[in-house]
């Protein structure tokens, strides 16, 4: 069980959520996240934010964040359906775990070292090889969505 949430991580599947939500199932897949959004605004929960998933590929981020997925490419578009219930399950986790609803501006090599916390995709993870979300995630619309909640 984790110690404490200081952070909200944005995540895109590569594919289905359908999809991602049944590799989540699978015991031989050793990764995990905590909720996936479909195109449609589906949302799936595959693990309970007070339990530490392995989803950010950095033992300390994992210990310290909220997954996000979202079905979908990064090479491609996000649905407003989407945006909207992913800001709307961003504003509730901020809100209960006491994350700032911004998109962090200070990324650390290891979480517990940061006071302040906040939002950031995938490819900001220290030692991360990840492209997700992309340059088609739009952070303004998606960080306004989260404070209009």
């Known amino acids: 069980m984790r110690a404490r949430s200081t952070g909200i991580i944005i995540h895109t599947v590569q594919g289905s959520a359908s999809g991602a939500v049944n590799w989540f199932q699978n015991p031989d897949a050793n990764v995990s996240a905590h909720f996936t959004v ?3 605004g589906y949302l799936y929960q595959s693990l309970s ?3 530490i998933g392995w989803h950010a590929g950095n033992g300390s981020y994992n210990d310290t ?3 996000i997925e979202h079905g979908g490419y990064v090479s491609g578009t996000y649905e407003d359906a989407q945006y909207q219930k992913s800001a709307d399950l961003a504003a509730f986790l901020c809100e209960q775990y006491d994350i700032p609803k911004q998109r962090a501006t200070w990324v650390p090599s290891n979480a ?3 006071p302040t916390g906040g939002i950031i995709g995938h490819d900001q993870v ?3 090889n990840h492209t997700d979300p992309g340059a088609n995630w739009n952070w303004d619309y998606f960080v306004d969505l989260v404070n209009a909640y």
């Open 126 to 128: 220290p030692g991360s």
């Open 65 to 67: 964040s909220v997954g």
């Open 38 to 40: 479909a195109e449609s």
């Open 49 to 51: 934010e007070i339990n």
């Open 112 to 114: 517990w070292d940061n």
